[in-house]
């Protein structure tokens, strides 16, 4: 081999060295934070519904009260409303002289999206005009959404 091609070799300088190792570590830096936080909301989505009216109108004809609830999910996650309390009871269970009935369950609240949740309470025993009753929704997740109206 021609010893002038060899001394002619050189490898690169040590800034130019150090700028690609700079550069390269920065890229791996940034997709390292775009794939981790792609994960972490994952699992950082959540749901919130709020309760945006509910209120209780008399149907003297079938004598009850159609109770009318609108909801709205704010969250990141859809919603499953599964489960009605009223008065800290299941809504089969809250009669009190009275009967709960017809809750359309379950209903699914997607991101951004309202839905209306309707059931009946028949007139009787703790159940009268001018009463308060506490309703709470309760969710798939284990979510209890709260609300306090007066029969009227």
Do not use: C
């Amino acid at each position: 081999m021609d010893k002038s091609i060899i001394r002619n070799k050189r490898g690169i300088s040590p800034v130019v060295a150090t700028v690609i190792l700079v550069a390269v570590t920065i890229v791996v830096a940034v997709a390292v934070s775009y794939w981790m936080g792609g994960i972490a909301g994952l699992y950082t989505r959540f749901e919130r519904v709020e309760i945006s009216s509910a209120y209780a109108t008399w149907e003297s004809a079938n004598n009850r009260w159609k109770v009318t609830m609108n909801l709205k999910n704010t969250g990141s996650a859809d919603a499953t409303i599964t489960g009605l309390l009223v008065n800290g009871k299941p809504w089969n269970d809250a009669y009190f002289g009275g009967n709960v009935s017809d809750p359309s369950l379950p209903v699914s609240v997607p991101t951004g999206q309202e839905k209306t949740i309707t059931f009946y309470i028949t007139k009787g025993g703790g159940f009268n005009a001018g009463v308060s009753i506490e309703v709470k929704l309760h969710s798939a997740s284990g979510q209890d959404y709260p609300k306090t109206l007066t029969l009227d």
